[in-house]
């Protein structure tokens, strides 16, 4: 073979806290709305990606877990982050003479997740911000992450947040190029290295419709939409945004559970109605609101995407608090453990008022309806690996 480049890197799954839901152009993936997410730890939910570009392939493709993926290879959405993303290389083969033109090269793209693409967990916000910065690293790319946002943007609205690590916003922006759309740092991870994160993944007969499609029919049916782009979503970004600075976990926690709630009422708005949470997930949230009540404090607070999954978000001086009640429940499936003792779950929750315990009468039914608990941490954002998922001949290994 002859010459060829390559890199590799991970990026980290985002959950929005104030929710992306909207688009004012679907080529471009411009929101109707400003958003943001707090992107979680890669020890738990990450993507990795090697790239390889050389003179000799005939064209771009994709292996996702393993299988060549055909069909995203030569989706539009692809194809123009690709496109972006070479067109940014030649510019800089144009103003240095001495860089080889791999800009004209096709590339090999080798993609895994470290949780099931099955789990309905935010899998193409995670894998088009592994794919933007494994490209823009073999390009050798020296745009910022803002930058390389609005191409992430692109792939997938949700993945320009992945960008960054720590607590992140989306602008929304107002211009019509997209120029002005793109992700932010709100805080590093540093600033609030408490905050912890729960995933409750709760069984799925089948995904209702997709967000590209949910969105869409969402701006053209809902009459709550236009309310809460005009004037709830404005104030609240404002107010998240200092929720994080000044790390008010109740003022943060409050404007979550609002937000999930509000725009999962634009879904039931829609016309025909769209249904992302199921039975497990509302009681997830009756649980959510027994457990402050009980602890007569905001400790825990719940949030949805497209699909009845629950990410409970929590600080990790709480965790004794809130797994008491977790725990409890979800003890007897596999695969999670908590670093406290049954025995110190008991104790902790004993010496409460048992009366109010009793009260809470908990619904063992969401047990039924889950699956997997992962327990996870705010973290950073994509990192560079050595080791490649690419062999020699520029195939999966
Ligand atoms: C509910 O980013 O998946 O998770 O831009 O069409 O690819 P496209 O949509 P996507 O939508 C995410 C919607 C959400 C909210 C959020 O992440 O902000």
């Known amino acids: 073979m002859s010459s060829t480049y ?3 890197i991970t990026a980290p799954v985002n959950i929005a806290t104030l929710k992306y839901w909207g688009k004012r152009d679907t080529s471009l993936n411009l929101p109707t709305n400003s958003s943001i997410s707090v992107t979680l730890d890669q020890a738990d939910l990450k993507t990795t990606t090697s790239a390889m570009a050389s003179a000799d392939f ?19 959405r692809l194809t123009q982050v690709l496109s972006s993303l070479k067109e940014k290389r030649r510019l800089r083969e144009a103003k240095d003479e001495s860089l080889e033109k791999i800009s004209s090269w096709f ?8 949780f099931p693409t099955a789990a309905g967990l935010a899998s193409s916000a995670a894998g088009f911000a592994a794919l933007v910065v494994c490209i823009a690293k ?19 609205g949700s993945a320009c947040r992945s960008l960054f690590g720590g607590f992140v916003a989306w602008e929304m922006g107002s211009l019509a190029d997209g120029s002005d759309s793109k ?31 949910g969105m869409q029919l969402t701006v053209k049916t809902s009459d709550l939409f236009q309310k809460r782009i005009d004037e709830v979503v404005p104030e609240r970004f404002e107010q998240m945004k200092k929720s994080i600075h000044d790390k008010n976990f109740a003022l943060f926690a409050e404007l979550t559970m609002k937000d999930s709630n509000s725009f999962h009422a634009t879904c039931l708005d829609s016309y025909p109605p769209i249904f992302y949470m199921n039975d497990t997930s509302k009681k997830i949230v009756k649980l959510v609101h027994l457990i402050n009540a009980f602890y007569n404090e905001t400790i825990v607070a719940y949030t949805f995407d497209a699909g009845p999954n629950a990410v409970l978000y929590y600080l990790e001086q709480n965790e004794l608090k809130l797994m008491s009640f977790i725990y409890a429940m979800f003890k007897d499936l596999n695969g999670w453990e908590t670093k406290y003792s049954t025995e110190e779950l008991n104790k902790f929750i004993s010496n409460y008022d048992s009366l109010k315990l009793q009260e809470l009468s908990l619904d063992m039914e969401i047990v039924k309806g889950c699956t997997r608990v992962i327990l996870t941490r705010v973290g950073p954002g994509p990192l560079t690996i050595k080791e490649s998922l690419i062999n020699e001949h520029g195939f999966p290994k």
């Open 107 to 114: 590339v090999h793209i080798v993609s895994v997740n470290n």
């Open 138 to 156: 073999l390009f050798e790319l020296d745009d910022d992450m803002t930058e390389l946002s609005k191409i992430a943007r692109q792939g997938s």
């Open 6 to 8: 390559t890199a590799s």
């Open 183 to 213: 992700a932010v740092e709100v805080c590093p991870l540093n600033h609030w290295p408490e905050m912890k994160a729960c995933v409750l993944v709760a069984c799925a007969d089948k995904k209702d419709v997709s967000s590209t499609s």
């Open 58 to 76: 005939t064209k771009d493709r994709l292996w996702l877990n393993g299988e060549e993926d055909l069909q995203l290879s030569q989706s539009k």
